[in-house]
C-alpha cells in the first residue's frame, strides 16, 4: 500500500501519490474500482519503450532556430521546378568540374595525406596560401599565420566560441551576410549594425567599443548589397580601429570574383600592427563543397584557433586540403577563374539588363563590380514577405532582404550566380509583375 511504501522508503505519502499518477498514466500500473492497484504484466517493456522527450532537448542548446522564411529556402533550395534568383552560390554548370576530375584521379598517388593532419592544415596548402596572399592581396602572411577552416565560417565560429566573451559587442555592416549575424548571435554577442553609404560602413557611428569588443566587415563585393568598400574609406576605418584597439574580422569570401578592375587592396594588407583577422574561402570561386576556408591572422590568435579546432574536429578534410594544394599550384585554377569572371560578368550584365526594363521605377539598386549580388530596393514599402509567397507559387525562389538586416527592409538581394541568364530574365519579368500590384 502506498502508507506501506512511505514507512518502508522514508518518503513523503504525497511523493508516492505522485510518483503512482504518473506510471497510471504511462499505462505501467494498472488500478479498477474498488480492486487496488497493480503492475500491468507487460509494464517493463512499455517503460523501455517510453521515448524521451526530444522537444525538450530539440529546443535546448545555444543555437537559435532558423526563421520559417529562411527554413523555407533552406529546403526548397534542394527541391527541383525553382528559378533561385537569390542563391549565394555558383550555378553546378559553373563549377571546375573537368579541372577537379583530372585532379582527382591523380589522387590514389597521394594516400599518406588520408590520415589527421596538424590543426593548422596541410603544410603545402598553407605555404601555397602564403604564396597567394602575398602575390595576390599584398597580405604578409607566413604559414604559421594561417589556419585551414572547414570553410570561412568555421573560423568565424570558431573566434565567435574562443575568442570573445558572451556578451561581448560585434559591430557589423547593418544589412550584412546572415549566416554570420546567426554565428555571433548563436555564440551569445551583443550585435550592433552600423550604416553604409555608397563608399562602406559608416565607422564613426561605432561608439562605446569596450576593451572586448570587434567589428565584422564585409569590405568587398559585400553580401548583400554588392559594394565595395572604397580604398579611402578602408584606411580611415582601419586607422579608427587601430586608435580604438577594436579588431577587424574581414571576411573576403568575394575578393577574388571582380570584373572589371581589381578592388581595392584587402584591409589586412595595410595592417602593420596586427589589428586585423583576416577570412578567406574557396567557396565562392570554385566548390562549397569542399569546406575550405582560411583564417590569417596574429601567430598566437592562429595557434589558440588551431588548438580549439583540434577540439572540434581535428582538422579539415585532408582530401579537401590536398585537392585545394593541386588547384592553387596548377596554372589551370587561374585560367578557370578568369573564365568564371567573364560568365559571371555576362550574368550580372544580362540581369542589370532586365532589371532596367522591368523595375524601372519600381526600384534602385546597384551595379556591382563583382561578386553576385543586386541589392534591389523597392520605392515603395511593399509587404516582402507576401511578395515572397507570391513568387513561390510562380516557381521563384528569393531572398527578402530583410533576413538580413537590424531593421526592416523593403529590399530583395539577387544573386546572378546560380539562374542561367534566360531563367533570370523570366524571374525578374515574373517578379515585377508581382511587385506592380503593391505600387
Ligand atoms: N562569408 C560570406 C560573406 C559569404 O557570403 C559566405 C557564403 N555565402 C561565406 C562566408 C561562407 O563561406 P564558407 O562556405 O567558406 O563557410
Redesign the pocket.
Known amino acids: 500500500s502506498q502508507r506501506a511504501m512511505a514507512l518502508a522508503f522514508d518518503v513523503n505519502r504525497s511523493t508516492i501519490v505522485t510518483a503512482m499518477e504518473e506510471l497510471l498514466s504511462y499505462g505501467i500500473l494498472e488500478s479498477d474500482f474498488g480492486g487496488g492497484t497493480r503492475v500491468k504484466s507487460n509494464s517493463w517493456s512499455l517503460l523501455m519503450s517510453q521515448p524521451p522527450d526530444w522537444n525538450k532537448y530539440i529546443s535546448s542548446g545555444p543555437f537559435h532556430a532558423n526563421l520559417p522564411t529562411i527554413q523555407t529556402i533552406n529546403k526548397l533550395e534542394f527541391e527541383p521546378g525553382y528559378i533561385r534568383i537569390g542563391t ?1 552560390e555558383l550555378a553546378p554548370e559553373l563549377y571546375p568540374n573537368k579541372l577537379v576530375t583530372k585532379i582527382f584521379r591523380r589522387m590514389p598517388e597521394v594516400v599518406p595525406h588520408l590520415g589527421y593532419l596538424g590543426p593548422l592544415g596541410l603544410p603545402e596548402l598553407g605555404r601555397a596560401l602564403s604564396e597567394r596572399l602575398q602575390l595576390e592581396q599584398g597580405i604578409e602572411a607566413d604559414p604559421a599565420n594561417i589556419m585551414v577552416a572547414s ?4 573560423g568565424l565560429q570558431l573566434i565567435s566560441v574562443c575568442m570573445l566573451k558572451r556578451g561581448s559587442r560585434v559591430y557589423t555592416e547593418a544589412p550584412t ?1 546572415l ?2 549575424l546567426q554565428i555571433f548571435q548563436s555564440a551569445g554577442m551583443n550585435l550592433c549594425g552600423i550604416p553604409m553609404d555608397e563608399e562602406g560602413i559608416k565607422y564613426w557611428n561605432i561608439k562605446g567599443a569596450s576593451i572586448d569588443s570587434l567589428l565584422y566587415t ?1 569590405p568587398t563585393h559585400h ?1 548583400p548589397t554588392g559594394l565595395v568598400m572604397s580604398e579611402e574609406r578602408r584606411k580611415a576605418l582601419l586607422s579608427f580601429c587601430q586608435k580604438n584597439c577594436l579588431p577587424v574580422l574581414e ?1 573576403d ?1 568575394y575578393g577574388q570574383l571582380w570584373f572589371e578592375e581589381k578592388p581595392p587592396k584587402a584591409i589586412k594588407a595595410s595592417d602593420k600592427t596586427g589589428s586585423v583577422i583576416y ?1 578567406g ?1 574557396v ?2 570561386t570554385m566548390a ?1 563543397g569542399l ?1 575550405i ?1 582560411w583564417v590569417v591572422g596574429p601567430e598566437a590568435v592562429v595557434q589558440r584557433l588551431g588548438d580549439v579546432k583540434m577540439q572540434t574536429d581535428y582538422g579539415a578534410s585532408s582530401v579537401s586540403q590536398w585537392m585545394m594544394t593541386e588547384l592553387l599550384t596548377s596554372g589551370d585554377y587561374d585560367i578557370y577563374l578568369d573564365d568564371l569572371r567573364r560568365e559571371l560578368k555576362g550574368r550580372r550584365d544580362n540581369a542589370l539588363a532586365a532589371l532596367r526594363r522591368n523595375f524601372n521605377d519600381m526600384a534602385t539598386w546597384n551595379r556591382p563590380s563583382g561578386g553576385f549580388y543586386i541589392w534591389l530596393r523597392l520605392n515603395k514599402k511593399v509587404p516582402i514577405d507576401k511578395v515572397f509567397h507570391e513568387a513561390l507559387q510562380h516557381g521563384l525562389l528569393l531572398n527578402p532582404g530583410n533576413i538580413y538586416d537590424y531593421i526592416e527592409n523593403h529590399a530583395i538581394r539577387i544573386s546572378y550566380a546560380y539562374a542561367d541568364p534566360e531563367d533570370m530574365t523570366k524571374a525578374i519579368e515574373i517578379l515585377a509583375s508581382i511587385v506592380e500590384k503593391y505600387d
Not at 151 to 154: D, E, N, P, V
Open positions: 549565394g570553410g570561412s565560417l568555421q551576410y549566416k554570420s564585409i553580401n571576411d569570401a577570412l574561402t567557396s565562392k562549397p569546406r576556408g
